[in-house]
């Protein structure tokens, strides 16, 4: 019945994408949400939630949140037990696991022990500016064995600072590009959860204006094909959710 019901909503989305509409996911921010019971993530699947973002901004009695990097005295746990039971039964319900605003330590965890794909819904490359809220190589490197995605986040103080600019966002995207692959990179701009854009890319109607810099020649990067374009503006979440499910 759940994979029944998945492929059809694979199906509207394709159709509603076909059909020039926009579809949008039913996100659960936060695993604080769930009250620590699986009971409840699986009432979330069952009313439509295809994924839930492990923490927020803090740690969960189960998951270390981002911000404990910045603390040399906090203890870290990583995922606890429970939290390793509610990868693997978010795994088992077809539901994607979002690792964006989770602990370097965390995302980790969450590759060693999960059995799908995981996200990132709307994190950066920490090698290109180092906010603990973005992903280190080391990260990055393990999505292609994995299959999972990550997909920009747009927020300024995620890119480069209160001065950050379109062309900073192309260094994070190419940067992704090189250390994971063309196949595990996405589009997270996280327009509705934050206060300062990078100028260039103030709202979504700026999108054409980075998919136009992206494929051009002579900015000091290899242009992006027409089919890797495809790919970042959609068809590979679109394949990590067929892999989840």
Not at 113 to 124: D, Q
Not at 218 to 227: D, I, N, Q, R, V
Request: proline share 3%.
């Amino acid at each position: 019945m759940l994979i029944s019901n998945d492929l059809l909503f694979l199906t509207e989305i394709q159709a509603s994408f076909d059909a020039g509409k926009i579809a949008s996911l039913i996100v659960v921010e936060g695993g604080h949400s769930i009250d620590d019971r699986l009971s409840v993530l699986r009432l979330y699947y069952e009313l439509g939630v295809r994924y839930m973002t492990l923490t927020h901004s803090c740690n969960q009695p189960w998951v270390d949140a981002s911000p404990i990097d910045e603390d040399e005295t906090a203890v870290k746990r990583n995922l606890t037990d429970f939290g390793v039971k509610v990868v693997l039964e978010m795994n088992r319900l077809g539901m994607l696991v979002d690792i964006s605003h989770v602990s370097a330590g965390v995302m980790h965890h969450v590759l060693d022990v999960t059995r799908a794909p995981v996200i990132f819904s709307h994190s950066s490359s920490y090698a290109i500016f180092a906010h603990h809220r973005n992903a280190k190589d080391d990260v990055l490197s393990r999505l292609r064995q994995n299959g999972g995605i990550i997909m920009v986040n747009f927020y300024s103080f995620f890119i480069a600072g209160a001065d950050a600019t379109i062309d900073d966002v192309i260094k994070h995207l190419n940067h992704i590009k090189e250390v994971a692959g063309v196949d595990y990179v996405g589009i997270g701009g996280d327009y509705d959860g934050v206060e300062l854009q990078p100028v260039g890319l103030e709202d979504v109607s700026k999108y054409p204006d980075l998919f136009d810099k992206l494929a051009e020649p002579g900015h000091g990067y290899e242009p992006w094909t027409p089919e890797e374009l495809k790919k970042l503006a959609g068809l590979n979440l679109l394949r990590v959710m067929r892999q989840v499910e």
